[in-house]
């Protein structure tokens, strides 16, 4: 009888597109998010938490901010046989942004909510994509939106909430900035070229105003016209537009003034008269209107019409919220941080499912680049600290050191018993050194017969071995022993003299 061949060991590794997060990382993101729910629910809007899982025909247009319709997710079909042999079934996929999700489950639920909803909800997103550095499949989107209003207070009070979760958050004022432009606007551009709203030029257009941000004036003009040569050599097709079509996009794209007032002026004279167009800078108005009235200044949120991300997506307002301060790439020059968050106008997702058009405006935060962004201005901590650790000098009395631990627990104070091997201490004091842990309790025989405990403070320990004398190490011990009844109180004043970096210990 042949012997059955062996099945080779699965690859313990991570699939491709994907990564792990351990304790520290895990343990900054779930305090940045509480943060900025906090901010959220201040400002009224309720938490929703939907299904990862979505239908592909709830979905619709896969990543409408990319140019491919029918991919892009990770779908599968519900395997159901008719009786002759056919699977049949609906498609399902995870969902690949927390906006599709709110437009059903809006459009299910509207008798029950309020209207207009705010909600705000905070998740992982998945989308089959390409990988690359510091780009991922799955990754974690924090949204805000308002359904069922069409009044610009409701876009502009977005704008407001992103710039307090900034600051709250620990991006400091002068170090970010919310910019401000309008869907609307830019289709009363493309009115003033003779565009109709059915001429696939259109498209064209959009996508390379897309791109104004890394070609500029010359590049984007070069696009709009018989093309150019891009930075490999190879000739890129322009659109084909006269140099008379191609100005209003232009004088779109430079409008910023040095005022409001003036950016508003130019803007106008981009539109011409295009009715949409000026609806769209009313809109601006109103908005700025409102800032200065609510005391966000310029230099917190501007009116700026070079922000041209998602304007193929929005149908009014468009915001972005753009971290000013400089960082250094890998090849060590100096660059600004960019975009954290964006968002805008969307009125016509709800449609799709009530044949009614629902006006919506909201917000996505990337959660990832926001928490390099605290990173960055030193806004986290390097490394969170551990449980208190109470070592096991004898397995014979796991109870006694289970009571411990239980006493520091009811006491508000992160701690556990050593549970690996106890028969080398060394190892156990390896064990708290790897975990960041800021006390080591320990009772021996000797210790448990005179009724008392050593509390070893392994942070000041650390320090006193990096640099300390010998005659400072004996004037700074950093070991105690106190009796048994001490033991919290004393685990409390150490951890209230590490200088503050326990506060995460009690609470």
């Not at 938490?47 to 140019?67: I, R």
């Not at 105690?480 to 009690?506: H, M, N, P, Y």
Request: with cysteine.
């Amino acid at each position: 009888m042949a012997k059955a061949k062996k099945q080779p060991r699965p690859k313990a590794e991570t699939p491709k597109g994907f990564r792990d997060y351990f304790g520290e990382e895990v343990t900054q993101r779930t305090h940045m998010l509480a943060t900025i729910a906090r901010v959220y629910h201040h400002y009224g809007f309720d938490a929703l938490e939907s299904s990862a899982v979505e239908t592909v025909e709830a979905l619709g247009k896969f990543l409408p901010d990319v140019d491919r319709p029918n991919a892009g997710v990770f779908a599968w079909q519900e395997a159901e046989e008719d009786g002759e042999g056919n699977t049949r079934g609906d498609w399902m996929a995870l969902r690949y942004d927390l906006t599709a999700p709110l437009a059903r489950v809006y459009a299910q639920h509207r008798n029950d909510l309020p209207n207009p909803y705010r909600r705000y909800a905070m998740g992982p997103v998945w989308r089959n994509e390409k990988p690359g550095p510091g780009r991922y499949r799955q990754f974690y989107q924090c949204d805000a939106d308002t359904v069922g209003t069409a009044s610009m207070a409701a876009d502009a009070e977005i704008c407001m909430m992103l710039s307090d979760t900034l600051e709250t958050v620990g991006i400091p004022r002068g170090d970010y900035l919310v910019r401000v432009n309008n869907r609307k606007v830019l289709n009363g551009v493309l009115e003033a070229m003779g565009l109709p709203e059915d001429d696939p030029k259109r498209d064209d257009v959009l996508r390379t105003i897309d791109k104004f941000d890394k070609l500029g004036v010359t590049g984007v003009r070069e696009l709009l016209g018989k093309g150019r040569l891009d930075a490999s050599g190879a000739y890129i097709d322009g659109v084909g537009l006269a140099d008379h079509q191609a100005e209003p996009v232009l004088a779109f794209l430079t409008s910023k003034g040095a005022t409001v007032g003036e950016t508003m002026t130019n803007l106008r004279a981009a539109v011409g008269d295009s009715a949409v167009g000026q609806e769209g800078i009313d809109e601006l108005e109103l908005m700025g209107a409102l800032f200065a009235a609510s005391g966000y200044g310029d230099d917190r949120i501007l009116i700026d019409p070079s922000i041209v991300r998602g304007l193929g997506y929005y149908t009014g307002p468009v915001f972005e919220a753009e971290l000013t301060f400089e960082i250094l790439d890998e090849k060590g020059r100096k660059r600004q941080f960019g975009s954290v968050a964006g968002g805008g106008r969307y009125d016509g997702l709800v449609k799709r499912f009530t044949g009614q058009e629902v006006p919506a405006v909201g917000v996505s935060i990337g959660v990832d680049r926001l928490l390099a962004a605290l990173r960055e201005k030193g806004r986290l901590a390097a490394t969170p600290t551990g449980p208190v650790v109470v070592t096991v000098m004898d397995r014979e009395r796991m109870a006694d050191y289970q009571a411990m631990v239980a006493e520091l627990r009811a006491a508000g104070i992160r701690a556990e018993v050593y549970l690996g091997n106890p028969k080398n201490f060394g190892n156990q004091l390896k064990y708290a050194d790897k975990r960041n842990s800021p006390v080591a309790i320990i009772e021996g025989g000797e210790e448990k017969e005179r009724g008392v405990v050593q509390i070893k403070d392994l942070i000041l320990g650390a320090r006193i071995a990096e640099s300390a004398t010998l005659e400072e190490w004996k004037e700074r011990p950093s070991q105690f022993e106190v009796a048994r009844r001490d033991l919290v109180a004393k685990v409390r004043e150490i951890l209230a003299s590490q200088s503050g970096t326990q506060s995460g210990q009690e609470g």
